[in-house]
Each structure stands twice: as C-alpha cells, then as structure tokens.
C-alpha cells in the first residue's frame, strides 16, 4: 500500500501554521524592499554623505566612522525594519498591530526627513533635535511592537542602537561646526 501524505517539509516553520507562514513571507516580499528602497532613496536624493561639497568641508568629529560604513549599516537596517514591520503585519493579533503598525509609520516617516534636514537644508542644529524626536518615536513603536512580536520589537533594537550613535555625532558636528 502506498502513502500518500506528503512529506513534512524543511522550510517549515514549527508551531506556526502554514497560512501564517506563507502572510509572512508576502509581508516579507513587500516590506523589505519598500523599506529599503525609501530609507536608501531618502539619503541618496538629499545628497547625503561623502562627494556632497557642504559635508566634505564640515570638520568631522573623532568618533565619524569612514564613509563606506553608513550605506551598508543603513541597508541592514533598513532590511531589518522590513521584516519587523512584516512580522507585526503577519501577526494574528489583530487588537494590538493597529497602533504598531501606525507608530512604525510615524517613526519611519521621521527616519526619511533626517537626511534632507541634515544634507539638504544642513540644518545640523534641527537634525539634532529631530533625531532626539526620532528616538522617542522608535522606542515607542519597539514598545509597541513587543505586545505584538518579540523577534518584531529585537529586530528593531539596533536601529535604536544605531540612531544613538547618530545623534552623538550629529551633535558633535553641531559643535565643531
């Protein structure tokens, strides 16, 4: 007699039924790129970074990293806030990824006006003061998130990490500038 059941497969993910897995790879497929394309184009239409001629004569601070390091620690981050954002998506918790998924909205929207603040207008006083606003609205979404997902809310953990560090030196160029 034959056996006609299919094989569990591999790639499944246990515990988590297979509807919910194929929604998190769809919310995966489109909040990757849509994220990632947005942060990155955000940067790149203001001119951000090393070849704009304003921010090649600031003086930099000590701690400036080289250039290179902005444009891959901000594509991993920006990967990372996609799957975040599509595993609140992809959440069965439908009460509570309502407000997660405005405040993430919110703090991204933020995230996306940093960089023509600060290369476009080089207004470093107000990306100063905006990233400060940008931190808050990224503790309030990983609060949020973490009623809806743990992993969601740890994923966003070092884009936190990383705009404290960007904070410390925007205001170190606020100084020496």
Not at 1 to 14: G, H, K, L, T, W
Not at 33 to 42: D, E, K, N, Q, R
Not at 112 to 124: A, E, R
Not at 170 to 175: A, D, G, H, V
């Amino acid at each position: 007699m034959e056996d006609n059941r299919e094989p569990q497969s591999a790639e499944r993910i246990p515990h988590v039924p297979s509807y919910r897995q194929k929604s998190m790879l769809w919310w995966a497929m489109l909040c990757v790129p849509l994220v990632t394309i947005l942060g990155l184009a955000s940067g790149q239409l203001s001119g951000s970074g090393v070849g704009d001629p304003w921010f090649d004569a600031l003086v930099k601070p000590a701690l400036f990293p080289p250039g290179w390091v902005f444009g891959v620690v901000w594509t991993i981050l920006y990967v990372m806030m996609g799957f975040s954002l599509a595993m609140v998506l992809a959440s069965s918790r439908r009460g509570r990824k309502s407000a997660a998924v405005k405040m993430f909205a919110v703090q991204l929207a933020a995230n996306l006006c940093w960089s023509p603040i600060f290369f476009g207008l080089h207004q470093i006083a107000l990306a100063f003061f905006w990233i400060l606003l940008m931190i808050v609205l990224v503790l309030a979404t990983i609060a949020l998130f973490v009623r809806v997902s743990r992993l969601a809310a740890a994923l966003l953990l070092p884009y936190l990490a990383w705009i404290c560090f960007a904070a410390v030196l925007n205001l170190q160029f606020w100084q020496v500038n």
